[in-house]
């Protein structure tokens, strides 16, 4: 199984900083024929199931404000909110999609300081 | 827009098995672009995919529930659904099921539905 783990834990980030979160992969999830990356991140807000924002690793879903940003490649990932805002408080979890079973990173706690 | 909704009882007996059904509406399972997946998150922790099911029946699981898990589909009612066997208090969980990967097998989870928490319990 492909291990994804995140860092930090948890972070808390003034509102308007940047917060930064980072994602490791056991094994690279860069596919050779398309040199596209094989991993997404979604945000979980307190009651609510997981919500994809980022997928093949830079591609920003339908909707999501642009202060969202996803980059890395092979094995190492980073999402970047440019600009906290309140609305952002959340879970922020990285999936590979490169081989089953597929596995998620064990989650980043964003808050406000 | 494709909406999913997990139902189910929320409480198990250990050694039992869970049984949760998954409703789909505004995208027909039938339509062979996707399969359909069940995730799950123990409470206060990180999310485990279990496995995926193609229209067709096809199925795929994660070793890690060491063949106790069944994916099955009812085309007809648009739903798909979850056995769990064996059960122990380590699979309380909320369990999730999603629209995904596509049928290339490559690709996120995308929708959700809300969630459905089953406790195991005496």
């Known amino acids: 199984d492909i291990v994804m783990t995140q860092s930090p834990d948890s972070l808390a980030v003034s509102l308007g900083e940047r917060a930064t979160i980072n994602c490791k992969s056991s094994?690279?999830?860069?596919?050779?024929?398309?040199?596209?990356?094989?991993l997404a991140w979604y945000q979980q807000k307190p009651g609510q199931p997981p919500k994809v924002l980022i997928y093949w690793a830079s591609t920003r879903e339908s909707g999501v404000p642009d202060r969202f940003s996803g980059s890395g490649s092979g094995t190492d990932f980073t999402l970047t909110i440019s600009s906290l805002q309140a609305e952002d408080v959340a879970v922020y979890y990285c999936?590979?999609?490169?081989?089953?079973?597929?596995?998620f990173g064990q989650g980043t706690k964003v808050e406000i300081k | 827009q494709v909406q999913l909704q997990e139902s189910g009882p929320g409480l198990a007996k250990p050694s039992q098995t869970l049984s949760l059904t998954c409703t789909v509406s505004g995208a027909s399972i039938s339509s062979g672009n996707y399969y359909w997946s069940w995730i799950r998150q123990p409470p206060g922790k990180g999310l485990e995919w279990i496995g995926y099911i193609y229209y067709s029946g096809s199925t795929y699981y994660n070793p890690s529930l060491k063949s106790r898990a069944a994916i099955s589909v009812d085309t007809s009612k648009n739903q798909f659904s979850l056995n769990l066997r064996s059960v122990t208090a380590a699979d309380t969980a909320v369990y999730y099921c999603a629209r995904g990967p596509v049928t290339t097998g490559f690709s996120w989870f995308d929708p959700w539905g809300q969630g459905t928490l089953v406790t195991v319990s005496s």
């Open positions: 999936q590979q999609y490169y081989s089953t079973p597929y596995t």
């Open positions: 094994q690279s999830v860069l596919s050779s024929s398309n040199i596209k990356s094989y």
